[in-house]
């Protein structure tokens, strides 16, 4: 009974986000397009710094990767070859109601007295929204950044003093006669055993993309989800994997705006500028500043909370700069 009722209160919030996203769809297409920079002010984008901050995470994160859409779909203020940013196979292991969501373990996240709605964080393991601003690191040349960083990003150390020249070891040259060591038998080609397939993990993967909204100036979340078999989830399957605080308010399933149908759900992004701006503003009361480049990695950051089991996040340090 109260899953058809839930189901009956999103579908009915579906017909009204719908007719309100034909109309945010048409003010898209007639806003004028943002010149000058109002990134501090706001935590709006230009189409230039959304492209800066698309390459600063590719290069960062290689899973991420820019693609060019639908040719007739494309925005004359982005260049052709980077429309969009796609991430894919993204697993998701549990369904958000799976999740232990009990009152201690969810956390309203406000910047403010006067932030009457706040940002929900789900706390399903990870730290809250505060808690990922703290960690971001500064950005200091003479310090060397921790192993961690340099595995997550692909930091080369200079003074290495390996190089191409060097003649590589081949392993298979390499060999010595140990009486300790173990022989591992070969691999035989019977198939395996009905208990051992069973005992292999099936999950759920999305498609991910980040696409940029000239309505409202940032950067918007679309997902697409597939189950164990590769088979697109339906609406209902998906919304178990949303933030049941996010479903009705934050989450809808739209056309995507450089991809044939079907149509994808998407983070709306009404709200994301002024939580960029808080966050902004955060850090600078620390002293420290957000540069325009690092713009997504904060932005996948708080939006995850609507996400929380789509397991995406795999960027924990940021590098910022004193003021």
């Not at 709006?44 to 639908?70: K, R």
């Not at 308010?249 to 079907?262: A, G, Q």
């Amino acid at each position: 009974f109260f899953i058809s009722r839930l189901l009956s209160r999103i579908k009915m919030a579906g017909i009204a986000n719908a007719v309100k996203s034909m109309g945010l769809r048409a003010l898209d297409k007639l806003a004028p397009v943002m010149k000058e920079s109002k990134f501090r002010e706001t935590g709006m984008l230009t189409p230039e710094e959304f492209v800066a901050a698309g390459n600063y995470i590719v290069y960062q994160c290689p899973t991420w990767s820019w693609e060019s859409g639908v040719p007739s779909q494309r925005k004359e203020y982005l260049p052709a070859d980077k429309q969009f940013l796609v991430t894919k196979n993204v697993p998701c292991y549990r369904r958000c109601h799976q999740v232990n969501t009990v009152s201690d373990c969810e956390k309203v996240v406000r910047f403010d007295n006067n932030d009457e709605e706040g940002w929900v964080d789900t706390h399903h393991g990870v730290e809250s929204v505060q808690e990922k601003v703290q960690e971001m690191v500064l950005n200091d040349k003479k310090t060397t950044p921790p192993l961690q960083s340099q595995l997550l990003v692909g930091t080369v150390d200079e003074h290495d003093s390996d190089s191409d020249s060097e003649p590589v070891m081949n392993i298979d040259e390499f060999k010595e006669d140990d009486p300790g060591t173990l022989v591992m038998p070969k691999p035989s080609a019977q198939a395996p055993a009905k208990n051992e397939s069973q005992s292999i993990l099936q999950t759920r993967t999305y498609d991910l993309n980040i696409t940029y909204d000239n309505y409202y100036r940032t950067p918007r979340l679309w997902l697409f989800g597939y189950d164990e078999n590769k088979q697109p989830l339906s609406p209902e399957q998906l919304y178990e994997d949303i933030s049941q605080d996010h479903l009705n308010k934050t989450v809808t399933l739209e056309p995507h705006p450089h991809l044939p149908p079907p149509h994808r759900a998407s983070v709306h992004p009404c709200r994301h500028a002024e939580v960029m701006k808080k966050i902004m503003t955060m850090i600078e009361e620390d002293g420290r500043q957000l540069e325009v480049h690092s713009y997504l990695m904060v932005f996948l950051k708080f939006v995850q909370a609507v996400i929380p089991t789509i397991e995406y996040d795999f960027t924990h340090q940021l590098s910022l700069t004193t003021m």
